[in-house]
């Protein structure tokens, strides 16, 4: 992946400066060329708009949380026509982060309910977060109205292309009882 042309947005809280009996608001709205970074680098045909704005609050002496809404108008190509399919996202986001992380010491683990959690960081990138919760929101498959696959058929030319009912074994079997059932009346 090319870098991108403009620098991605930065928006760092040194954890260290925040003030411990009172949240910090923030609000962060990329300029056009951040938009044009972050769509560059989620791969994306644009960013129309973003906005990413909560608090991160203390929850004791060392743990914080993090609660914000995420807004975003979004470009993306329709995975059938590729022509530009636009998307508005509105999503809410949680994140707690600890001081003290449980140390994992298996191999395997399961992974945990709670998916909120992460480890405190020195410095946190507000715009980072804004980034991961948008690549997370984006829709998998953006379809343009109307787009429709159709119908495919793959077969030698001569031979008789197979269909979805031919694939399906038993489903004449019911006709065949029904046939039978009436020769014996």
Known sequence: ???????????LLRIADLATRRATDFDLTPT???????ADVLGIVGVKKLR????????DRTDWELTATLGATVVQDCVV?????????DEPLKRTYLAAMPA???A????PDDDTIEALPATLDLAQVMIEALALALPL????DGADLGRAV????GTAPMTDDDAKPFAGLGALRDSIGKKDT
């Open 81 to 89: 026509t590729l022509a530009p399919v636009t998307t508005r996202i």
């Open 141 to 144: 498959y953006p379809r343009a």
């Open 154 to 157: 793959f077969t030698q030319p």
């Open 104 to 106: 994992i010491e298996a």
């Open 52 to 59: 990413f704005s909560g608090q991160l609050a203390p929850l």
């Open 1 to 11: 992946m090319e870098a991108p042309v403009a620098p991605l947005p930065q928006s």
């Open 108 to 111: 395997e683990v399961e992974m």
């Open 32 to 38: 056009a060329d951040e938009r044009r970074a972050v």
